[in-house]
């Protein structure tokens, strides 16, 4: 039925009116994919320190203040993620799925030091990415659909909170247990949460 209805489209309009209409089909495909593995990044946190730490202690200590914490709706996982495009090396993440969002967080070894940091995405449900691939409509239109609350962007800046007090409070452990001064703590560096 649908090679006869494209059949009699080709007849009436040429062979060109297939074409674009397949081209039409290629370009919401990648642009499906586009979205749905583009993950907007709403802050990132780094800090070097001197000294030597295991990656593994790390993140076990830091779930552990997560869990007494007692917040719900928490889900944690290791994530091997490419250190370049080329992808030969990996670095391992542990990554903390809370709501609709996800924080990647690293530490590991960096030269002589150890190296830690986060990243805080949005993680968009796979309805909004299939809106959004909409051409022309499909920004604003999901937007409009799946926008969030006040309450819900406050939920994440202060899951965002716990955390970096979490790993700020872990730093100061772990650098009075090697026996060396607490460095400065930075501020994380924020994008627009309400721009998706």
Excluded at 89 to 94: D, F, G, V
Excluded at 135 to 164: K, N, V, W
Aim: contains cysteine.
């Amino acid at each position: 039925m649908y090679l006869q209805s494209m059949y009699g489209i080709e007849r009436l309009f040429g062979g060109s009116f297939v074409l674009l209409f397949y081209a039409f089909i290629i370009y919401l495909i990648v642009r499906f994919f586009i979205f749905f593995n583009g993950l907007q990044i709403l802050s990132h946190w780094t800090l070097l320190l001197d000294m030597q730490f295991s990656t593994k202690e790390f993140f076990e200590r830091l779930k552990q203040r997560l869990v007494d914490s007692d917040v719900k709706n928490i889900s944690y996982s290791n994530l091997n993620l490419n250190e370049s495009i080329i992808g030969l090396s990996k670095r391992t993440y542990l990554t903390i799925n809370y709501k609709d969002y996800v924080f990647y967080v690293c530490g590991a070894p960096f030269g002589k030091h150890f190296f830690t940091s986060y990243w805080t995405h949005f993680k968009p449900s796979f309805m909004e990415v299939l809106v959004r691939t909409i051409p022309f409509i499909g920004q604003r239109l999901a937007d409009l659909m799946f926008s969030h609350t006040y309450f819900e962007h406050d939920q994440c800046a202060s899951f965002r909170t716990l955390l970096h007090h979490h790993i700020t409070e872990l730093i100061k452990e772990m650098t009075t247990e090697k026996g060396i001064p607490m460095p400065e703590i930075p501020k994380p560096v924020m994008s627009d949460v309400f721009k998706r």
